[in-house]
């Protein structure tokens, strides 16, 4: 299944995108960072990865499957890096366009529109996890960075052998020797990896993006879509809980 294959993801990552960025409107653009950040690692997160893959002032930096930019929107101004965003879903580019000024792009992972070796530093966050074809995602963004560049990764990683409840639909969620042997084949090493908190944020950062969540719940509760996103937070959110998915951090190394 690709990132588009299904109607469920559509609800979940492009009309709620279109409706987040209508709700930040509505609320104070304050609002924009932590809920363009919900669901793709926290802040502590973030700077993790930002240390690890040795961001600079200048630097390129690919976000594949960037969302609605939070993640890229908090690097550029905490590390003046200059990101750019590749997503497939049209809602969350022109969000990503008008809460954070993103140079953004509607590309699918398997195909981002950038020349070979373009950048030093690329990351994915949450979006493996989102394809099956992750051997596709993984080959294209050895493909934009340079040899030696560095990657940088949150997934979602199954510690079970089999799920407690349903996944949400067209997740596919992979083991550590599963992850390894990918990034392997791709032609990455991995450098370091560390369980992800998702709940390191500054005071304050949850409450903000959980108003954005009740504004857009205030506006669209009612409508179908909104319901069918919900149940897709709703089954990852059981899976996190019953500990059969690790949040994990990845960062490796393009071979030569």
């Not at 960025?21 to 990865?49: F, H, K, M």
């Not at 140079?103 to 020349?115: D, E, T």
Request: hydrophobic share 45%; with cysteine; proline share 7%.
């Amino acid at each position: 299944m690709s990132e588009l294959d299904s109607a469920a993801m559509e609800d979940e990552f492009g009309v709620a995108a279109a409706w987040t960025e209508e709700a930040v409107r509505a609320l104070g653009p304050g609002y924009g960072l932590p809920a363009g950040c919900r669901g793709s690692g926290s802040v502590g997160s973030l700077r993790w990865l930002a240390d690890r893959l040795a961001l600079a002032p200048g630097d390129l930096l690919v976000d594949a499957g960037s969302g609605v930019g939070g993640p890229a929107a908090w690097v550029a101004g905490d590390r003046q890096v200059r990101p750019v965003c590749c997503e497939p879903m049209v809602g969350a580019v022109h969000a990503s366009r008008y809460l954070f000024g993103l140079p953004s792009a509607a590309a699918m992972g398997q195909a981002l529109p950038l020349a070979d070796g373009v950048a030093g530093a690329a990351w994915s966050l949450g979006v493996l996890c989102t394809t099956s074809d992750k051997a596709g995602a993984l080959a294209e963004l050895r493909r934009v960075l340079r040899p030696g560049g560095r990657l940088g990764l949150l997934v979602f990683v199954q510690v079970v052998d089999e799920l407690p409840s349903p996944p949400p639909e067209g997740n596919e969620f992979p083991t550590d020797d599963e992850l390894d042997r990918l990034l392997d084949a791709a032609g990455f090493d991995v450098v370091e990896r560390a369980p992800a908190d998702l709940h390191d944020n500054p005071p304050g950062w949850d409450d903000a993006a959980d108003a954005v969540d009740a504004e857009v719940a205030r506006r669209h509760g009612d409508d179908p879509r909104h319901g069918r996103s919900a149940r897709q937070a709703g089954r990852m959110g059981d899976l996190l809980a019953a500990e059969a998915l690790r949040p994990t951090l990845v960062v490796a190394t393009r071979r030569a």
